[in-house]
């Protein structure tokens, strides 16, 4: 194993499972990861290969059939699959936030109905909280839910799902005005169940199509229409209404974990494409990497890397630990996503005129890395949400 982005102290069943994912990147999803991106095309056989290997059910608890492992497994699989090819990483995030949340906050009937099909990956989940008019500001959500005797009609227009189309469950959130007035105690968290596909997937839930981007590609990114969704009240989450805010920013802060270990293993990767490549270029006699100017680019780049894996690990582990870990959680996403913007950014330059031609992957990873300053909350939010809680921490007495 290469020297950077180690982890201390893991257990052999976690050395075992990672040494498993890494040999199923390198040889299932590296050497097919650019034609499957340039191509916008949905990674169907590495799909199989992730549900072969359980990693649907990584922490997903025994009982229902999955592996029951912690969030810093999960977090150094997504490292590992991310080096690989970011999107599939994605297809993974947004159905281990709905199944963590369902094993954290559903009923037992609930946990019953969806976890053990969820653990196999026959049912496979998407996330959904942003509108078209709003992104990290959730108290001003306008999709509604209205109760009609023993079931809710939901109405309102929902943005950004990734595997909007593929899954076939979704855990929405949508207003109820059931309980307090105040716009954090209103929100009601819906597992909604569809078909997979596009157009009316259940009567009155419209996915009009994919959502075009610069990256993030091969993963169906959509939005979701409702119009009079019948929804029963026993798939409100929790089987209580009114607390689906705390469910939701449960699963983001699990799902910011996951967003730095993805921008970790992105610029693991870019760090390995540009110290490779350094080696083999030559300029004015001798190859790149004996210049000083690359190996000052080189010494940034892996610092870069390993600050941020250990950031992540710290987070995985206080959340692991049963401790708060939204201040970790903010910091690790919010390095890990910066520097993995900034690693890509100096491995896109040592590849010269050669990082802008698609033949060569760096030119992937650049259009990737954008995304993760953005998912699971800006790089502003989580300043925020860490001057805040620092602010608690550091009161003056």
């Known amino acids: 194993m290469a020297r950077l982005a180690r982890t201390e102290g893991l257990t052999d069943i976690q050395q075992e499972i990672l040494a498993t994912v890494r040999t199923f990147v390198e040889r299932e999803i590296i050497p097919v990861a650019t034609e499957l991106e340039h191509a916008d095309e949905y990674p169907t056989e590495i799909v199989k290969g992730m549900a072969e290997l359980g990693l649907f059910g990584l922490m997903i608890p025994e009982e229902f059939g999955g592996l029951g492992e912690s969030l810093l497994t999960y977090a150094l ?3 590992e ?14 159905h281990f936030i709905v199944a963590y949340m369902i094993k954290q906050h559903g009923t037992a009937e609930q946990q019953a109905a969806f976890l053990p099909e969820m653990a196999e ?16 500001d959730v108290a001003a959500i306008s999709t509604k839910g209205v109760r ?32 307090a007035e105040t ?3 209103n929100l009601t968290t819906f597992l909604i169940e569809k078909e997979p596909g596009f157009g009316e997937t259940r009567p009155g839930l419209t996915v009009p199509g994919k959502i075009q981007k610069m990256g993030y590609k091969g993963v169906d990114t959509t939005e979701l229409v409702l119009d009079q969704v019948r929804v029963p009240a026993d798939r409100v989450l929790g089987g209580t209404p009114g607390r689906g805010f705390a469910h939701m920013m449960d699963g983001v802060e699990v799902g910011r974990v996951n967003v730095a270990a993805r921008a970790c293993g992105i610029a693991l990767r870019a760090f390995e494409l540009g110290i490779a490549y350094a080696q083999q270029r030559s300029a004015f006699g001798k190859p790149i990497a004996q210049h000083q100017a690359i190996q000052f680019k080189l010494a940034d780049m892996a610092t870069k890397v390993e600050a941020a894996h250990q950031m992540m690990v710290r987070a995985a582990r206080t959340k692991d630990a049963g401790q708060r870990n939204d201040l970790e959680a903010g910091m690790a996403k919010y390095l890990a996503a910066e520097y993995c913007k900034e690693v890509v950014e100096d491995s896109f330059r ?19 890395a954008p995304m993760l300053l953005i998912g699971e909350g800006t790089s502003e939010i989580q300043r925020m949400i860490i001057g805040r809680r620092l602010l608690e921490e550091y009161k003056l007495r």
């Open 183 to 185: 716009p954090y105690k």
């Open 350 to 368: 040592i590849h010269g005129g050669y990082g802008y031609s698609k033949e060569y992957e760096i030119e992937r990873l650049y259009r990737e």
């Open 148 to 179: 009609d005797g023993s079931d809710y009609l939901i109405t309102g227009q929902k943005m950004w799902l990734t595997n909007g189309a593929t899954a076939n469950l979704v855990a929405l959130l949508a207003r109820t005005d059931e309980g």
């Open 81 to 94: 699959i991310a080096r690989g090819w970011m999107s599939v990483s994605g297809i993974l995030n947004t």
């Open 77 to 79: 699989v997504v490292e």
């Open 121 to 136: 990956g026959r049912v496979r989940a998407a996330f959904s909280m942003s509108e078209p008019g709003l992104g990290s």
